[in-house]
């Protein structure tokens, strides 16, 4: 009985892990249309995919928070997916930076 629960607890972290990975993605691709969005001057439309990628990406950190107060253990996939996480939120730093210098241009 035990180990069935201790089996179940992984198999939701891996996939509340992969959950990360794709909402990262999600984030990541929003970003990227913001982005594109502001070269071309089209702030309403970059700020719709801001919103998009602020909603993915937290929904990823909740889930993210969730996991470490579960699992005390590292695995790879966990690393990875926190990498991402990092990875598109200084992303999202970078595209606001972008935003406001096209606004001045």
Do not use: R, W
């Amino acid at each position: 009985m035990i180990k069935a629960g201790v089996d179940n607890m992984i198999n939701n972290t891996e996939q509340e892990t992969i959950s990360i990975i794709q909402l990262t993605q999600q984030s990541s691709l929003a970003y990227q249309k913001v982005l594109a969005y502001v070269k071309d001057q089209n702030f309403v439309k970059a700020n719709e995919y801001l919103i998009k990628g602020n909603e993915t990406l937290l929904e990823a950190s909740k889930i993210h928070a969730g996991c470490l107060t579960v699992s005390s253990d590292l695995d790879l996939l966990l690393v990875h997916a926190e990498d991402m996480l990092i990875s598109v939120q200084l992303y999202k730093l970078l595209i606001k930076e972008f935003i406001d210098i096209y606004k001045k241009i």
